[in-house]
């Protein structure tokens, strides 16, 4: 007994094949972690500083988060910290419920995402259809971009929680207090930022660019906002103060920010599998180690975190293949937090605003987007509806209609695979229903279906006919099934093939079930053939099987079924 309950824990725990292969890769992980690190700052700092919360959290939450997901997490190189996507949800937060919010926000959001760890949703949360992910993406890039125009002009960030609406606001302001020299800053960080790359790949062109910035405003001794202090030291913990009132007026906020940062937490790791050759990552794993570090991380004064994609692909790319990169990632900001605090508290906040709107911009992946917009239309609607909730509503909704909004064009694509036209016997078999094949050779239900030609006119000229049933016989197909087989009509004998039907649900069940009482109170025999052991359950439940004229109107084999077809035809 005291196995079991130890069991789920045991199964999250690190353990010692995490570190596989560190002895060889070492130095690698080493060079990867400090690459990553240096590219995580300026994000670091900019998140904090957007959410209203300061450059300081955004910094914690990069070292301490980074440091405790890298250990209990589920990938080996995956590296995580604050994001565009969770600053997206948070900055409403803050603008509701204050900054002392943001800690009790952090801490039920990580209670609510280990406790789906242990309940080993991980593998559930993956299955987002990919217009919804590249949906939700567009909308996030669009809303990071909107969110740094304030900072962009030079202006106070206007009242308001729509990102859209305080952008304008703050574009109006500009007309009159706006500033050049911080809109000239934003210009000189994407110009680097774009330039970098091409002189060489391996610079850190984020950091360039604000290293580059934080020494034009400091020659030309520009009048522009600068991020300020940082703490000389890391904190020490702190627990926020909770009560029921909190608990219940945040329970909503806190698993919207859960669920967030298990998707995109999880939709990190799984591109990060994409990238490199080492171990796949284990999706509960990676829920508990996300959700301890939300539970730790606003103790020393962050903010909720996630899986971190582009961090985790500079990571990838500079070499990382063990958990080693991550904590060295951690480190290098820590030495930062000690040692640099006076010269990071000199970077300009409009430089900050240039690295995040060049980001935004980055995050929409064309050759992602275009084949989604390409494909179908009901697609292309998913991505389109998912990226304008996004930025209209919120992340969490955005991601909850594009998934309904998705089900919904599934579910109208099958229904209308759905027919029942009765054709010539050896005519093009429909995608779900169609006549005649009963008789046919090639149709490959059962072998030995061959009936001659002869024997083929002469079941047709008594009246029998026989419908295949193909796909899916589901709510959203049953009406028009049910409508197109009660039509027929001059007929003394309906077979009703079953074998390869692959869905049948209750609703499809009790259709087929008035069909076969239409039918048969019509004077026409229905036999149905071969239904799977499930579909068989579900029909004998709703009751569709006791509507049959006689038990022995259900059949295994389709020769048996044609025989008694003969039969019975031949003596009517």
Do not use: C
């Amino acid at each position: 007994m005291f196995t079991r309950v130890l069991d789920p824990v045991r199964r999250l725990m690190p353990r010692r094949d995490d570190y596989e292969g560190v002895g060889r890769s070492w130095r690698k992980d080493v060079v990867a972690g400090l690459t990553v690190g240096v590219v995580a700052l300026p994000l670091a700092l900019a998140f904090g500083i957007t959410t209203g919360l300061g450059a300081d959290a955004g910094l914690m939450t990069a070292i301490v988060a980074g440091l405790v997901a890298a250990v209990f997490g589920g990938s080996n190189v995956q590296v995580s910290g604050p994001t565009g996507a969770m600053t997206v949800v948070l900055v409403p937060i803050v603008a509701r419920y204050g900054v002392e919010a943001v800690a009790v926000v952090g801490i039920l959001a990580g209670a609510f995402i280990v406790t789906a760890a242990f309940a080993r949703l991980g593998r559930y949360l993956a299955y987002i259809p990919w217009p919804v992910v590249e949906g939700f993406t567009v909308g996030i890039a669009v809303i990071i971009f909107l969110q740094q125009v304030p900072a962009a002009l030079g202006v106070p960030k206007p009242e308001g929680e729509n990102t859209a609406i305080v952008a304008a606001k703050a574009i109006g302001d500009a007309f009159s207090d706006g500033s050049t020299a911080a809109l000239g800053i934003v210009v000189l960080v994407a110009f680097v930022m774009l330039l970098t790359p091409r002189l060489h790949r391996s610079l850190p062109a984020s950091l360039v660019a604000v290293v580059v910035a934080t020494v034009v405003a400091q020659l030309a001794d520009l009048d522009i906002g600068r991020i300020g202090l940082l703490p000389d030291s890391l904190p020490a913990p702190a627990v926020p103060s909770f009560s029921l009132t909190r608990i219940s007026e945040l329970f909503s906020a806190a698993f919207a920010v859960a669920l967030l940062a298990a998707l995109e937490s999880l939709l990190s790791a799984k591109v990060a599998d994409g990238m490199t050759d080492s171990r796949k990552h284990d999706p509960d794993r990676e829920l508990f180690g996300q959700g301890l570090a939300n539970l730790i991380t606003p103790l020393f004064g962050g903010m909720p975190a996630t899986g971190a994609i582009a961090r985790t692909a500079v990571n990838v790319r500079a070499g990382a293949r063990t958990r080693l990169s991550g904590i060295v990632h951690a480190g290098v900001l820590v030495l930062v937090v000690y040692f640099g605090g006076d010269l990071v508290k000199e970077i300009p906040i409009a430089a900050l605003a240039g690295v995040l709107m060049v980001t935004g911009v980055r995050m929409v992946e064309v050759h992602n987007v275009r084949p989604v917009l390409r494909s179908t239309r009901g697609d292309a609607a998913v991505l389109a509806v998912t990226a304008a909730a996004t930025i209209v509503f919120d992340l969490i909704l955005a991601v909850e209609i594009g998934v309904a909004v998705a089900a919904v064009l599934a579910l109208r694509t099958m229904s209308r695979a759905a027919s029942a036209v009765a054709e010539p016997v050896r005519a093009v078999v429909p995608p779900m229903f169609d006549r005649p094949s009963a008789l046919n050779a090639d149709d490959g239900d059962h072998a030995g279906e061959a009936v001659d030609a002869e024997v083929e006119a002469d079941l047709f000229s008594r009246h029998i006919v026989a419908y295949r049933l193909d796909g899916a016989l589901f709510f959203g197909a049953a009406q028009r099934f049910l409508t197109e087989l009660t039509a027929i009509a001059d007929v003394r004998v309906v077979i009703l093939r079953m074998p390869q039907l692959q869905v049948l649900d209750a609703t499809g069940a009790q259709a087929l079930g008035e069909i076969v009482a239409d039918l048969e109170g019509r004077g026409i025999t229905v036999l149905l053939v071969g239904p799977r052991p499930e579909h068989l359950r579900v029909l004998g439940a709703v009751g569709a099987l006791d509507r049959l004229a006689h038990e022995n109107h259900l059949f295994v084999e389709l020769d048996a079924a044609i025989a008694h077809a003969h039969d019975h035809a031949g003596r009517q």
